[in-house]
C-alpha cells in the first residue's frame, strides 16, 4: 500500500467546511480501497487556532522542515477578514510555501485559500479558481494568474484551486479518483451523501463521473449499482428490479435525468474499465474484456472501436 501524505495548513479563522470536508473525504478512501493510505497531518505557525465556527483547534503541529516530493499541501479558505497577510504567522507561511512547494507536490487551495497561495508566488502564469467574491482580489494579486470565475475548481499542472464551501469536497473527490482510483472516489461520495460531479466546463469528463450531475433518486441508485460492479452482467429488467419500476419507465427516467441510454452508460464504464486494465496489466485482451464485463473480445473490440480511434493494443 502507498503513503500519500496530505497536510492542512492552518490559520485563525480557518473556514471549518473548507478542513472538515476534504478532509472526511481523504479519511472515507483509506476505508474502501487498499490501493492508498492517506496521511493527514494539520500544520500551522501556531500551536492553536479558533477557526470560523468559534471552535478551538489545538495541539497542531509544526510546519515541518521537509515536506515529502509528493505530498499534497492543502491550503483551507478563511472567513471573516480582508487578507492582506501582514500578520507575522501569516508571513511565516508565505515564507514556508516559497520555500518548501515544490512542482513535484500537489498544491491543493480551497476558497480564499488560493489567495495565500498567490501572495507566495506560487499561482504566477497558472490558471485558477477561488470563491466568487475574491475573483477580482486574486486577479490583482498577480495579473498573471488567468482567473476562471463561475467555476467548481480548476486544475493547471499539479495546482488546483476551487470555488468556496463545498467545492472543496467535490475537489477532494476529483483528486481521490485520480490518485485512488474512481471507485473508491464513488463510495467516498456515496458515504458523504454528496454526488460525483465536475464543473460543466472540465473537459474530458471520466465517464465515472459523468451523468451524475441531477437529483432524481432512482436514476443514481441505478448508477451506483453500476459504478460498484461495472463488469456485472447487467440486464434492464435486473436494473428495473434494484430501481422498484418498470423497465420502460427506467428507460425514459435514465434518457431523461442522466442524457444517455442505460445500455451507453453501462458501455462507457466497463470502456473506461478496460483502459485502465489495459496499460496496468499485461493480461490479454481477452482476459480485459472479460474482467471489464464484456461478453467476448470480440464484442470489446467492436464497442471499443465506438470510443477509440486506436485498437486495444495500441492503447497499451
Known sequence: ??????YFLLLPDT?????????DAFLFANRYQQEMRFELRFISPLEQIICSTGLQLSPLLPLPRQVEA??????????GMDFPYQEEHEQICIRWLRQHVKTTNRLV???SGALLAAHAGLLAGHAATTH?????????????????????????????????????????????????????????ARNMVVYMRRAGSDPQLSPWLMHRNHIHPIVHKVQEAIIQQPDYAWSLPLLATIACTSTRH??????????????????????????????QTNWPIEQVAQAAGFGSARQFRRVWRTAYAEPPGEHR
Open 132 to 188: 466568487h467574491d475574491h475573483c477580482r482580489e486574486l486577479a490583482q494579486i498577480d495579473s498573471s494568474i488567468r482567473v476562471e470565475e463561475n467555476r467548481l475548481y480548476v486544475q493547471h499542472d499539479n495546482i488546483s484551486t476551487s470555488a468556496g464551501v463545498t467545492a472543496g469536497i467535490d475537489l477532494a473527490l476529483q483528486l481521490i479518483s485520480e490518485l485512488a482510483g474512481p471507485l473508491a472516489a464513488t463510495a467516498v
Open 109 to 111: 487551495c480551497i476558497c
Open 70 to 79: 509528493d505530498a499534497i499541501i492543502v491550503l483551507p479558505g478563511l472567513v
Open 250 to 279: 427506467l428507460t425514459r427516467l435514465f434518457k431523461s435525468h442522466a442524457q444517455i441510454s442505460v445500455q451507453d452508460y453501462i458501455s462507457s464504464l466497463r470502456l473506461s474499465l478496460a483502459s485502465k486494465l489495459l496499460t
Open 1 to 6: 500500500m502507498r503513503k500519500q501524505m496530505v
Open 15 to 23: 473556514l471549518l467546511i473548507d478542513l472538515a470536508g476534504p478532509a
